[in-house]
Structures are given as C-alpha cells and as structure tokens.
C-alpha cells in the first residue's frame, strides 16, 4: 500500500531564506508526483506536477525534484516570504485507478 | 471556465440526516473524485469516478454513495449523517486517471458539521 510521508510537519523560517521540503512515499509504480499549496479555509492549488520520467520541475521561485528509486521528493522555495505562508502537500499518483495518496502536509510560517 | 465547483460551502446536520454535496466541473474531465480532510489525518479518498457512469470505492468509502450520470457532475450523498463523518470536504477533477501529464484541480471544500 502506498504510504505519503512529509518532514517536517511544521516550520517556521525568517523571510529572506532558502528552504527545502520533504517528501517519501513507498511504492515507484507512481504516473507523477504533484505538490499542492492549501491556505487556511481554502482547496488546494497545484504547484507543480513531475512526471514519473523527470527529475525535476521549476516555477519562479519554487523547484521540486523526484528521485523515484529513493522514493523521495523535495520542494525547494527561494528566497522566502510571508506569503508564502501556508500548508504544502505532497501527493503521488499511482498507477492504475490514478488515485492520489497524499502526505499529511507541512505547514509553514515565514516570519517578517 | 468556473473549474471545479462545490455547493454548499457549509453545513450542519442532525445525526441520522440525509444530504447530497454536490460537485461539478466544466473542463470536460473524464475523472473525478471526492476526499475528506480531517485534523491528523490529511486528505483521504471516498470515491472515484473514471467517467461517466463508472464510479468505485476509495480508502473510506463507508456511509457514502456517489453516482456519476453526466461527465459534468458528480455528487457525494450520505445516507445517514454520523458525527464521525464532520469534515470538509473536497472535490477534485483531471482530464485523465491514467496520464501522468495532468493535473488534478480542487473545488473550494464543503465544510460539514454532524451534531
């Protein structure tokens, strides 16, 4: 059964700095990998989609990278600010239904 | 495009109530899926549907059905309203469950509280 797993659950950085977060999942058989953005009371906005055959994916200032033989995936954010305050998810689809598994999340705060 | 909408943003219901949250979308996509987000425990798959007139259990199915008549539409009904099933509520469409090139996209949730 696939397993979606993001560290840290929470963060909390000062605006200005790099920071990069992480995700596993157990099972390679995945179509993509999707990172998503959730505002409090909100639905989720997708960041960025990396198929089964890249390595990684780029939009502005965020870069998420797939190593499907470690079964882990990183989302890097550049130079932070506050608003990118918010809770980031992790989701793999699998192959198959296409179903996604998502990771529990993890929430961050970039402090002025 | 209005994407993906959900209707109602809130409810409450008594224990034992029925009700239909519904979802539809206007990009022509053949999947379609609902989740349940819950403090803890993340995002988890109810239903799903592959196209129209096909539909199947995800990971926590129980007390809800789902049918799917048109390609547009595709309503969450639940028999009878437990306390357990308080938690919002997220529709979510792609042009394919079989391609690794498209995107799901998410309606805004329903917010649902069982007394």
């Known amino acids: 059964k696939q397993e979606v797993t993001q560290i840290p659950a929470a963060l909390s950085v000062p605006e200005g700095e790099n920071l990069v977060l992480n995700c596993s999942f157990t099972d390679s058989a995945i179509y993509n990998l999707q990172w998503f953005r959730q505002d409090p009371g909100k639905g989720l906005t997708s960041l960025l989609l990396i198929q089964s055959s890249q390595r990684e994916q780029t939009s502005g200032r965020l870069n998420a990278s797939l190593d499907k033989s470690s079964g882990r995936s990183t989302l890097y954010i550049a130079a932070s600010q506050p608003g990118d305050s918010a809770t980031y998810l992790c989701a793999v689809k699998i192959r198959g239904q296409g179903n996604l598994i998502f990771g529990k999340g993890t929430k961050l705060s970039v402090k002025p | 495009n209005a994407g993906v909408t959900q209707t109602p943003k809130f409810q409450v219901l008594k224990t034992g109530q029925s009700m239909t949250l519904q979802c539809a979308q206007d990009?022509?996509?053949?999947?379609m899926s609902w989740y349940r987000q819950d403090p803890g425990m993340g995002l988890r798959l109810i239903h799903y549907?592959?196209?129209?007139?096909?539909?199947d259990q995800g990971e926590v199915p129980n007390g809800y059905n789902v049918s799917r008549s048109t390609t547009e539409d595709f309503p969450l009904r639940l028999l009878s309203a437990a306390p357990s099933q308080t938690s919002v509520y997220f529709c979510?469409?792609?042009?394919?469950?079989?391609?690794?090139?498209?995107?799901?996209?998410f309606g805004p949730g329903t917010r649902l509280t069982v007394l």
């Open positions: 979510a469409s792609s042009l394919s469950g079989r391609s690794g090139t498209d995107t799901q996209y």
């Open positions: 549907s592959v196209g129209a007139g096909i539909t």
């Open positions: 990009m022509n996509h053949e999947y």
